[in-house]
């Protein structure tokens, strides 16, 4: 079935000019536009009942006449959840490559609306792209939306809150982007995530490792952040010679192949994607640990290992929502769509709840009520703590291993929200 918010509107109905003396272009009356004010601010005009535009609201001009006040207008090419006033806005994918990941997020955001009722959020497409993404949070806040929810993948976020968010002072607050570096974004306090960064599980594989560590991970972004984390913390209190080796690699995982034969290693850190693995499990030496990401909790993966190697893995990932708050939430979906959660479901339902309990109208706004702790009054339905000091979820981090015929296996929390570890 087709959720109600799809298709998405391929925008507002516009005026047109008019193309004769005869031929007056008409709108759609009760249809809101943005429209510039002198001095350089921007307000709403509303298409009347003769089809035509009333003068902006700017100022000392105040409202249309028979409004008692002038409402948030609906940013173009965007759409409408919930009955109340729009508050905030929300920028995901809901075409191009990450298109399949959208529609989840949305759901979450819709059970939010009925949550928090009176509110509405104005939910745009980011196309999956950064320039689109860019292009609807300034749409957002031309209509006065003082925050927006999202962008979903890292690569977007950054490049949009550098083109968007941070020149019209938006504060945007991802329910999915995970990359380490967003940690340490120059953001003016203008960027959070509900989703945990992924180098809350290098910290905690850094932490189990206990001897002699080979480290292999990618040259990009992904992997040398999450080789920073995970070296913090295993060097924790010092790392002399031969303790740490790093192996990045960059064109080609064969770069790294030498460093996987080096003796008396206890353990193998590998911070790579499943494409990555062939060349480097056929170099591996000896039998030490293997410590993966959740990334390479895969049955893919899982099958590229003998017996004996998948005994010798230790994995973490993001520990898996419980408690009542998760449970409320699980079954509200449920009732709602016949299906459990999707991914990042319930860390969108989060971020409405921070922003509409923060409040604000402006992104500095916004910014200061979370930093004031607006936000702790929400229960996670995710699990995660809102926020830490730096404007990031903080999560719990649960092992997980492959099973003798290669199926993945779940187990305890290793790491919990009050960073106490627990060896499995």
């Not at 989840?104 to 745009?124: K, N, Q, S």
């Not at 995660?384 to 290669?406: E, H, K, P, T, Y």
């Amino acid at each position: 079935m087709t959720p109600r918010w799809l298709p998405l509107l391929a925008g507002l109905l516009a005026c047109q000019d008019p193309a004769t003396e005869d031929e007056a272009a008409r709108c759609v009356p009760g249809l809101q536009i943005a429209c510039p004010c002198p001095g350089g601010p921007e307000s709403v005009q509303i298409c009347n009942e003769d089809g035509t535009f009333g003068a902006c609201a700017c100022g000392d001009a105040g409202p249309p006449p028979g409004d008692a006040a002038v409402p948030i207008a609906l940013p173009p090419g965007c759409t409408r959840l919930g009955a109340g006033p729009l508050r905030f806005g929300a920028v995901l994918p809901l075409t191009g490559a990450l298109g399949e990941y959208g529609p989840a997020m949305v759901r979450g955001l819709e059970l939010a609306t009925a949550a928090l009722d009176p509110l509405a959020i104005a939910v745009c497409d980011s196309g999956s792209d950064p320039g689109t993404a860019a292009d609807a949070i300034t749409a957002c806040a031309h209509a006065g939306l003082p925050a927006v929810i999202g962008p979903a993948a890292s690569f977007v976020a950054v490049d949009a809150f550098e083109a968007a968010a941070r020149p019209t002072g938006t504060l945007l607050m991802s329910p999915s982007a995970t990359a380490p570096a967003l940690t340490a974004l120059a953001d003016d306090d203008l960027f959070w995530r509900t989703a945990p960064s992924d180098a809350r599980q290098a910290e905690a594989l850094g932490r189990l490792a206990t001897g002699p560590v080979v480290l292999v991970h990618r040259g990009d972004p992904y992997g040398s952040g999450l080789a920073e984390a995970f070296e913090a913390a295993f060097c924790a209190e010092g790392c002399p010679p031969g303790r740490l080796v790093r192996a990045p690699f960059f064109d080609d995982p064969a770069e790294a192949a030498p460093a996987l034969a080096i003796e008396g290693a206890e353990a193998v850190v590998l911070l790579v994607f499943p494409g990555d693995l062939p060349p480097l499990l056929a170099a591996l030496q000896g039998t030490p640990r293997l410590l993966l990401p959740d990334a390479l909790r895969t049955a893919e993966v899982g099958r590229s290992l003998s017996r004996a190697r998948r005994a010798q893995v230790l994995g973490v990932m993001p520990a898996q929502p419980a408690g009542p708050a998760w449970e409320a939430f699980a079954a509200a979906h449920q009732a709602r769509y016949g299906e459990a959660p999707g991914l990042f479901a319930a860390h969108a339902w989060d971020a409405a709840h921070a922003l509409a309990l923060a409040g604000g109208e402006g992104g500095a706004d916004v910014a200061a009520a979370l930093r004031a702790g607006a936000a702790r009054a929400h229960p996670s339905a995710a699990g995660v703590r809102l926020f830490d000091a730096r404007g990031d979820a903080v999560g719990a981090i649960q092992a997980w291993g492959f099973a003798a015929d290669g199926g993945i296996e779940a187990g305890p929390v290793v790491l919990d929200l009050d960073d106490r570890l627990t060896p499995p």
